[in-house]
């Protein structure tokens, strides 16, 4: 018989008992589940529930959907679940969020820019949701999820297909869907921080529709579905790094995994609902994921359902990074991306101080390239300003270095515009230069105090219009590198007295496109067009005017690459090259660059910001 525990009891004493502890529904891996098509009263639901992985038993109640809907989808991040689109008697274009920590009913988040149902897939990493390909003619869109807001388009699936896997399968970087109908056996993939269209995969061992999926970090397992027209109990599994085609995992307890969601912690995956037959089923099975194997029965939904949607708090691919936010991050936004849509939202962020591959942040509030090189920020705010939509923009917005997410509005810029410059110490920024279209080369200079959103405000004059300038500076001084029209001219101001531009120097060539970064003492320029892309680094001693000197030469040729700093090291991301490489130097040192990993997704004319460059104090 077990103890009361109305006493004192010592450690090794409660844990002999813990089994009969009870558990704290607070704490624990949480996955919600919108029931979708009732088949206990045959009507469309709103109802969500809970279940806690950890904690084997039925599920309970959470709040309600702010539409009751079936063939919807289900994706989120560690902190919010976001149910998507669905069929009411009519195709909806609604997406609810809910908060994990929170019972209680769904918030609207945004719209679909056109309504979907039958199953579009849904994947995520703790910033980005991907979804779609439900209906037969849709597209795939994204969300930042800690953003409400509307969608942006995606891209495309290789096959257009309806009833996808239901479930987050992917980790961090990789999003994966399968199956469909008519039928197919196609696996796709995508890079979740890079839009763009699926790219195939490989094939399940069977064509099938109206699958679930889960998975690890590592793993993806897709459970039951239909296969000629049959249901079927199959489980089957892939190595997402790797693609390939699927492999035998083992069998449901039935075959009640048609039009099942699917649902992930880090170890287990869970197939909740599903049809059997002609109805639904309130069946919750769970499989561990590192091991192949049959599934077990976990516990019950309070109804019957089928075409429903799930996601959870700790599905591997939504989890924050450990390291996150470093010391010495740098931001690299936007940019032209290499599919489509052509100009990028995407900010990626790496830690300056160690070598590695960029990791997603989150996005800027409009997709653009060409924005002032250079970027601007204090130690804790970046800002990008101005850019290329297809047309000139004057926006300026702001992210927050410590917390990912969607960019904020900031202000505007006297006149939109393209391809200038920017620099900053930690209180003002400062942009130069650009193309106005229609009026040609710009010699305006501009500033901005960082700490309070506002439009930009002038400066003074460049001693010529130009653009593809280099900017960086110390905590005094600011420098513009070079230009177009091709020239050799570096410039200065100081940053806190508004006035024209000063003579400084000049570069080793003439050029456009160079990329700059600075200690506190030394700014360093890499990558330009001098007829023809180059892997140039050159530097100079910002309080002293000069002529540029030799540093040592990037690993690869390239243009517009974005620049970061970190006070001691710089790194250039990708620029106009085919190239996603960044370099890094150690500033106080000459010498030629180092590899320091890729660029998850390709941004050519991006921008840049980071929390620890040399006009920081």
């Not at 910033?127 to 390909?133: K, Q, W």
């Not at 257009?160 to 469909?180: D, P």
């Amino acid at each position: 018989m077990a103890p009361s525990f109305s006493g004192v009891w010592n450690i090794s004493t409660q844990y002999q008992y813990a089994s009969v502890w009870p558990f704290d529904l607070n704490f624990g891996s949480k996955a919600l589940t919108a029931i979708g098509y009732d088949d206990t009263n045959s009507a469309y639901s709103n109802v969500v529930e809970r279940f806690i992985f950890e904690s084997a038993g039925n599920s309970t109640d959470f709040g309600d959907l702010s539409v009751a809907r079936s063939e919807l989808a289900g994706f989120g991040n560690d902190t919010r679940a976001l149910f998507a689109s669905g069929y009411t008697g009519s195709n909806s274009d609604v997406i609810d969020f809910m908060v994990y920590a929170s019972a209680g009913n769904a918030t609207d988040f945004g719209d679909l820019a056109s309504a979907q149902r039958r199953n579009p897939f849904g994947a995520a990493n703790n910033v980005r949701g991907v979804f779609g390909a439900g209906n037969s003619s849709s597209n795939i869109y994204y969300v930042t999820i800690a953003s409400a807001g509307n969608t942006s388009d995606f891209g495309s699936p290789t096959e257009q297909k309806s009833h996808r896997s239901q479930g987050m399968v992917g980790s961090t970087t990789r999003g994966i869907y399968a199956g469909g109908s008519s039928l197919t056996n196609v696996i796709d993939y995508f890079t979740i921080a890079s839009a763009g269209d699926s790219i195939d995969f490989g094939n399940l061992t069977a064509t099938k529709y109206e699958i679930s999926g889960m998975s690890s970090s590592t793993r993806g397992v897709f459970a039951g579905g239909r296969v000629d027209g049959a249901d079927t109990n199959v489980i089957e599994y892939i190595t997402i790094a790797s693609a390939g085609n699927g492999t035998d995992f083992g069998d449901l307890l039935s075959s009640t995994g048609r039009g099942a969601s699917g649902a992930s912690s880090s170890t287990k995956g869970a197939i909740i609902g599903g049809g059997t037959g002609g109805g639904g089923s309130n069946v919750i099975q769970t499989i561990t994921i590192a091991s192949t194997g049959n599934a077990s029965d976990f516990g019950d939904l309070s109804l019957e359902a089928v075409y429903g949607a799930s996601a959870s708090d700790a599905q591997a691919g939504v989890q924050n990074e450990a390291d996150f936010a470093p010391a010495a991050i740098g931001l690299f936004g936007g940019g032209l991306g290499d599919g489509s849509p052509r100009y990028n939202t995407v900010i990626q962020y790496i830690n300056i101080a160690s070598t590695g591959n960029t990791v997603i942040f989150g996005d800027l509030s409009v997709g653009r390239d060409y924005m002032a090189s250079g970027g601007f920020a204090s130690s804790t705010r970046g800002v990008f300003a101005g850019g290329y939509t297809g047309s000139d923009s004057d926006v300026i917005d702001y992210v927050t270095f410590s917390t990912k997410g969607k960019a904020t509005d900031f202000g505007n810029l006297t006149t939109a515009r393209y391809g200038g410059t920017a620099f900053s110490n930690n209180t003002r920024g400062i942009t130069g230069g650009g193309v106005v279209s229609g009026s040609g080369n710009s010699d305006v200079i501009e500033y901005v105090t960082i700490a309070s959103a506002g439009n930009g405000t002038d400066f003074g004059d460049l001693s010529a219009g130009k653009w593809g300038i280099g900017g960086t500076a110390s905590t005094t001084r600011g420098i513009f590198h070079g230009g177009i029209t091709s020239t050799n001219v570096i410039e200065y101001v100081t940053i806190a007295s508004a006035g024209n531009a000063t003579d400084f120097g000049d570069s080793g060539a003439t050029g456009y496109g160079a990329a700059g970064a600075s200690s506190s003492t030394r700014g360093v320029f890499g990558g330009r067009n001098n007829e023809g892309t180059t892997n140039v680094i050159e530097y100079i001693t910002i309080a002293s005017t000069g002529n540029a000197t030799d540093f040592g030469d990037l690993t690869v040729t390239k243009e517009f690459a974005p620049a970061v700093s970190s006070g001691t090291r710089a790194v250039w991301g990708s620029g106009s090259t085919s190239s996603n490489v960044m370099d890094y130097i150690t500033i106080a040192s000459t010498g030629n660059a180092q590899d320091f990993g890729d660029m998850e997704a390709y941004q050519q004319t991006a921008g840049s910001a980071s929390n620890s460059h040399g006009g920081i104090s």
